[in-house]
Structures are given as C-alpha cells and as structure tokens.
T-cell receptor, first 116, second 107 residues
Framework: GAGVSQSPSNKVTEKGKDVELRCDPI?????LYWYRQSLGQGLEFLIY????????KSGLPSDRFSAERTGGSVSTLTIQRTQQEDSAVYLC??????????????FGPGTRLTVT | RKEVEQDPGPFNVPEGATVAFNCTYS??????FFWYRQDCRKEPKLLMS?????NEDGRFTAQLNRASQYISLLIRDSKLSDSATYLC????????WGAGTKLIIKP
C-alpha cells in the first residue's frame, strides 16, 4: 500500500513569499503530525490533527504558520511571508491512533524548504 | 533541563561490538516510549516500542527504567548498516522527541 506522501519534495522560495506544503497520509490513519527538522537537529513538533481538528497547535513557531486538514485526509501547511530561518525539512507523519496515545508514526519523505 | 535528552554522539563503534545508549525524560507521568531510526537525509522510521517489561527484537533490546526515568537501546553484534541516528520519543500529554544519538559503525 501507499505510504505517506509529501509534495513538493524540494521548494526554493524568496524571502517574503508564501509557501504551501502538502501531506497525503496513509489511508485510514486518523492522526496526522507536522514536524520540521533543521540540518543535524532533532524533530521539532509543529501541529497535530485528530481527524480534521487540531487539538494541539502549540508547536507552531509564529502566526505566519498555519495548517489545515480536510476530509480527514490531506493536510496543507502554509507559511506566510517566509523568512530564512524557516529553511528546514518539513516532515509529515500519520498514525492510526484514535486517542491521545498514538501508535507508531509513519513518516513521509519530507519537503526540503530553502528560503533565499 | 530539556524534557527529553540524548547524548548526541557520535558513537564510533567497531563492527561486531555491542553498543548501548540512553534517553532520559523529565516527566514521570510519561506513558509511552519509542525508538526510531533515521538515516542521513531520510525520514525517521520506527525501530521498536519500549514496554515496561522491556522488549527484544533480534539484535536490538529496549528497556525502560521508570525509577531513573530513562529508556535504553542496546545493539548487539553491530553491523555497518546500523549506522544511523537513533531518536527516542516520549509521550505524556504530548509527543516529545529527543534530538538523537548518532551511531557510526566502523569496519
């Protein structure tokens, strides 16, 4: 079966532009997570969706970041007015959790964002 | 103090040796624990869950020490292909990832 997919795989954008990153989770997975990872660093949690709702937005670094999920499936992470410090790999993961305690997460290949 | 801490390494280990590393956590109410493996420039992949009774999967053994609030990962008879960064995940009311321990297996 298909795994988690993300698009684009690479994105280079100019400072100040908006970008939209997409995640397609594994079919039937109710939970979806967004992380970002800078080179050589650990994962930084951004946001978590259970179905279409986001009970935990605590990790979003600023109000330039937003995310939505529709139909309990595809999610988009939008970064407005990008800054150079936004450059990172943005990883999406899904799991078949139905509560607070997740089962294992399956990760997509990530979107490498470079802000010039 | 960070909520989840890992020695970043790198651990340089000869092939065939046994290596172990820990992940400490600060919240005693943490309920679930996992080890993930991440190869260079790749996404993390689940290695194993960590149960209260400990668990073993081939050459890999994971253990939980609630009293001292850490989990451990032991790799026996290490292979070149074990070279990766090992990330721990601790779950209380949120998911918290360690920054990872880099392991390099040398021939």
């Amino acid at each position: 079966g298909a795994g988690v997919s993300q698009s684009p795989s690479n994105k280079v954008t100019e400072k100040g532009k908006d970008v939209e990153l997409r995640c397609d989770p594994i079919s039937g997975h109710t939970a979806l997570y967004w992380y970002r990872q800078s080179l050589g660093q650990g994962l930084e949690f951004l946001i978590y969706f259970q179905g279409n709702s986001a009970p935990d937005k605590s990790g979003l670094p600023s109000d330039r970041f937003s995310a939505e999920r529709t139909g309990g499936s595809v999610s988009t992470l939008t970064i407005q007015r990008t800054q150079q410090e936004d450059s990172a790999v943005y990883l999406c993961a899904s799991s078949r959790t139905s509560g607070r305690t997740p089962y294992e997460q399956y990760f997509g290949p990530g979107t490498r964002l470079t802000v010039t | 103090r960070k909520e989840v801490e890992q020695d970043p390494g790198p651990f340089n280990v000869p092939e065939g040796a046994t290596v172990a590393f820990n992940c400490t956590y600060s919240n005693s109410a943490s309920q679930s624990f996992f080890w993930y493996r991440q190869d260079c420039r790749k996404e993390p992949k689940l290695l194993m869950s960590v149960y209260s009774s400990g668990n073993e999967d081939g050459r890999f053994t994971a253990q939980l020490n609630r009293a001292s609030q850490y989990i451990s990962l032991l790799i026996r008879d290490s292979k070149l292909s074990d070279s990766a960064t090992y990330l721990c995940v601790v779950i209380d009311y949120q998911l918290i990832w360690g920054a990872g321990t880099k392991l390099i297996i040398k021939p």
